[in-house]
């Protein structure tokens, strides 16, 4: 292996490196802090962007016919850059934007450092006739500082929210079609053609030399457009952009005409410019359709992980499946790990793009899951088969060979193997569906015989509030129903009929035809979502002329008041111990802390909520309630709220002030949104998810606590956070009994999602010490009057003000309507166990108790 050789496999250990760290986040991502940022920043900031460094430097030399000499420079500027890019990486996980800002500065100037040594070379160098290819380096170069000063100045939680979302897309076009796409263009000039083996088209260069220009200029337009706040011009922008690239591609499909590409180099790069193409143009689709910043930004993240995982990530799996067996040297090394490399290649390509696909198509929450996980384990494969291919290389230095080129594999075995990856996407999303079968309409109801009139009737279905309009249709007996659905309330709904007719879900101000077959007797109808039809979205068919059949239909996954009186035993469980290895939720308060930019993920869990009784709960970051945030007045909270969940969901936090219908809409499975407020004024407020019916998402978990410190709060030596809920308890390990809900029946209340967990793992304190109590009755629908047994509080504070304070008399509860929040004080005079309820005592034997215990002082 060569010295020159030796160096690119040593400087791309450090891309690999990143594709590893890459794996880990997408596996973890759940439990990892700012997962969703991170996905996007190892990608492009780390591995792609090492890549660039290390491969156009290479290709300067190359192009330019320069001598390479000492490589210490590209060393230092690889050393400095990834410094720089773990600083940044550390300050946004660790919430601390100075870090964030060296480390961008750090980048930025290594990029300048870049650009400028290739301009170096391209202007100290003789003509050349592929010089416009590092001009294309030289551009994008330029781009990365600018892509870097945007985002530090994203990360900042000062930043106005109108404001963050403009520089949103002007951040990803710079860095992704300026950054990364421009180094794209520009090296496929020669590439390309040297992949394929065959000589260079006639008209690629004239095409890369004119196509530049136009590049950057429509990158301004859609730049400009996005700070400026106007999504049409950002979409002018876009559409610019992509048929300048086009332009600069389309000679190459005389290459790829003369020789088919046909390993994985060059299909994976070739799928990359596909999902290129076709993200352009979504976007410039969406863009123009946008009305606001706010609406540009959703259409973005749309197809974020198509553009990274379909255009990125593709492209740079493709070169480097290419070029690391090009530095190697010697046939035979060469020949041994291009085998390697190759391993499973049809298999690979396949189950990523026919992954891919299905991921960006409106498919189950499910589906889309395990989707994304087989697109995660066809790309991280490419790491073994790195580490093999480096090692097979090794054991053949200085082996010859024979003369000619490795036979590739029959094409007809490559279609094989490629039909398999397509097969196991395929069987994996039909395993989706069958774990999820009402996401696809499945269901089997009894049929009526009737005489078929051979007549349609077809009537049109709206959407008032949680209400089917009209509510009942009469048809005549034997006629064929066409109902045409519109969705015109603020939710997703579908109909459901109980004849296994339904429509898919759909989202406000859209439409969809159900055809309900022959009308033979009465049929019942809903909305599917959870506790919809509870709260009145049901319809009936009438057949005229026939006897009423009722089919009694409902969705599998809603339940009865009272379907669970027979299979769990309440009472029981309030009294049994909750057994040697229970964890009870910590009820410590949290300290304040000046960043808020956190990652809130939407998941479905099934936990324990009393002894012997779980349930399966939707939370907020995989517990109930969800985790509580803590700051002062004046603070920026910066949530992004992703919906890892099955059906829709929001969120709403009482603790800012602004205008509901945008940050508090419902997403879809799969979507993400970023939910930004500032803290005007202290309070211990609720957060919920707001979507429809409210009651049903806040009794099945979806609730937490703000603490917003009034200002100048005295220092305590224990501080407890509780928060007390409802539970109407579905079957074991189901969901919420909607029905208990509309009845307004709880099977228990507690006190952080368990109940009388504090009476197995009791509050602890000490004689004499000032403990302070936060209490916030969550609901739905109860509210507390929270004692302490034995104790006075001398403090009382809530809705924003003091009740009580010190030396002016005593409390005995803090009484809070749902939703209201405040905090009591007090000392413990003596040794014991102080019980704590809310004092409406029928509640308090529901689970709402718990015990302080204290001890002596040391």
């Known amino acids: ?47 792609v962007s090492n890549a660039i460094l290390i491969w156009s430097g290479h290709f300067t030399d190359a192009l330019l016919r320069r001598p390479t000499g000492s490589r210490r420079a590209e060393t ?35 990029a300048l450092w870049h650009g400028t040594t290739l301009l170096r070379r391209l202007r100290s160098a003789l003509p050349s006739r592929f010089g416009h290819t590092v001009r294309y380096y030289v551009a994008a170069a330029a781009m990365l500082p600018v892509g870097a000063g945007i985002g530090v100045a994203m990360a900042d939680s000062r930043l106005p929210g109108e404001v963050h979302e403009r520089l949103v897309l002007a951040h990803a076009g710079i860095n992704v079609l300026g950054w990364v796409g421009l180094t794209v263009l520009g090296t496929l000039v020669t590439l390309w053609p040297t992949m394929l083996r065959t000589r260079m088209a ?131 090394a060469v020949q041994a790990a291009m085998a390697e490399l190759e391993r499973g290649a049809p298999w690979r390509l396949s189950v990523a793009n026919v992954g891919l696909v299905l991921c960006v198509l409106p498919v189950p929450s499910l589906v889309r899951v395990v989707c994304s996980m087989l697109v995660l384990v066809a790309f991280a494969s490419f ?75 077809e009537v049109q279905v709206r959407v008032e509030g949680m209400r089917f309009v009209p509510a009942v249709l009469d048809v005549p007996a034997g006629d064929r129903l066409v109902i045409e659905f519109v969705n015109s309330g603020e939710d997703r709904h579908d109909l459901v009929l109980a004849n296994g007719k339904r429509t898919g879900r759909i989202a406000p101000g859209e439409s969809a035809v159900l ?112 985790p509580t945030l803590r700051g002062r007045i004046g603070d920026v909270f910066e949530i992004t709220l992703v919906n890892d969940g099955t059906i829709g969901h929001s969120i709403d936090f009482h603790a800012g002030a602004l205008a509901p219908n945008g940050p508090m809409r419902t997403i879809a499975p799969g979507e993400s949104l970023t939910y930004r407020f500032t803290a005007t004024r202290a309070g211990m407020w609720l957060y919920h998810c707001s979507s429809m019916p409210m009651s049903v998402h806040i009794a099945n978990g979806m609730f937490g606590a703000v603490i917003i410190d009034p200002p100048d709060l005295p220092a305590v030596d224990r501080e407890y956070v509780l928060v007390q809920s409802e539970l109407y308890l579905g079957a074991p390990g189901g969901e919420v009994d909607a029905a208990k809900v509309a009845a307004g029946t709880p099977d228990l209340v507690v006190f952080n999602g368990y109940a009388n967990q504090y009476d197995h793992a009791p509050l602890q304190a000490r004689t004499g010490e000032r403990v302070r109590i936060w209490v916030l009755p969550a609901g739905p629908d109860r509210g507390t009057s929270f004692h302490v ?36 004080e007090l000392e413990f005079p003596e040794p014991g166990r102080y019980p704590f309820v809310t004092h409406a005592m029928t509640d308090a034997e529901k689970g709402a108790h718990g015990v302080v215990e204290v001890l002596p002082l040391p």
């Not at 047994?789 to 005995?812: H, I, M, N, S």
Request: hydrophobic share 50%; glycine share 14%.
């Open 1 to 47: 292996m060569n010295e020159r050789g030796s160096w690119h496999l040593r400087a791309g250990s450090v891309v690999v490196a990143w594709l590893a760290a890459l794996v880990v986040v997408s596996v973890g991502h759940r439990w990892i802090p700012q997962s969703g940022w991170l996905l996007v920043h190892v990608l492009g900031l780390g591995a």
């Open 383 to 457: 790491l073994p088969l790195v580490v093999r291919a480096v090692l097979a290389a090794r054991r053949m230095r200085g082996v010859p060979s024979a003369p000619g080129v490795r036979e590739p594999m029959p094409a007809a075995r490559r279609l094989g193997i490629a039909a398999a990856g397509v097969a196991v996407v395929v069987f994996a999303a039909v395993g989706g569906v069958a774990a999820d079968p009402a996401a696809v309409g499945i269901s089997s109801v009894d049929t009526v015989a009737v005489a078929e009139t051979g007549h349609t009737t």
């Open 202 to 332: 006639q008209r690629v260069e004239d095409a890369a030399r004119r196509g530049l220009p136009v590049l950057l200029a429509a990158l301004a337009v859609g730049v400009a457009g996005a700070v400026a706040g106007l999504p049409v011009v950002t979409a002018a922008g876009v559409l610019g952009y992509l048929v300048a690239a086009g332009y600069v591609l389309e000679p190459h499909l005389d290459e790829i005409r003369r020789k088919h590409p046909g390993d994985f180099a060059t299909l994976s790069v070739l799928a990359g410019v596909l999902w290129l193409f076709g993200v352009l143009l979504y976007l410039a689709i969406g863009l123009a359709t946008a009305a606001t910043p706010f609406e540009a930004t959703e259409v973005a993240g749309a197809v974020t992980a198509a553009l990274l995982a379909g255009f990125v990530a593709q492209v740079l799996l493709g070169a480097l499946t290419y070029l690391i067996p090009v530095v190697i040297g010697g046939r035979a």
């Open 789 to 824: 047994v034995g104790g006075q509080f001398d403090t009382v504070w809530a809705e924003g003000e003091y009740r009580l304070r010190p030396g002016t008399g005593g409390a005995q509860t803090l009484g809070l309507f749902p939703a209201q929040g405040g905090f009591v």
């Open 76 to 110: 230092a500027r690889l050393l400095v850059f990834n410094a720089g890019a773990v600083t940044v990486v550390a300050g946004m996980i660790s919430g601390w934007w100075p870090a964030v800002l060296v480390g961008g500065c750090v980048v930025a100037v290594v």
């Open 515 to 626: 055809d309900a077959g022959v009308i033979g007797g009465t049929v019942d109808g809903w909305c599917s979502v959870a506790g919809h039809r509870q709260m009145g979205m049901t319809l009936q068919v009438r057949a005229a002329g026939a006897a009423p059949v009722s089919h009694d239909g409902h969705d599998g996954a809603e339940l009865h008041a009272g379907a669970t009186t027979d299979t769990v035993d309440v009472a029981h469980s309030l009294m049994i111990d909750p057994g040697p290895g229970f964890v009870p939720h910590d009820a410590t308060a949290p300290a304040a802390r000046p960043d808020h930019r956190m990652t809130l993920a939407v998941s479905e869990v099934e936990r324990e909520v009393a002894p012997g009784i779980t349930q399966k709960l939707w939370t907020f970051g995989g517990t109930a309630p969800g």
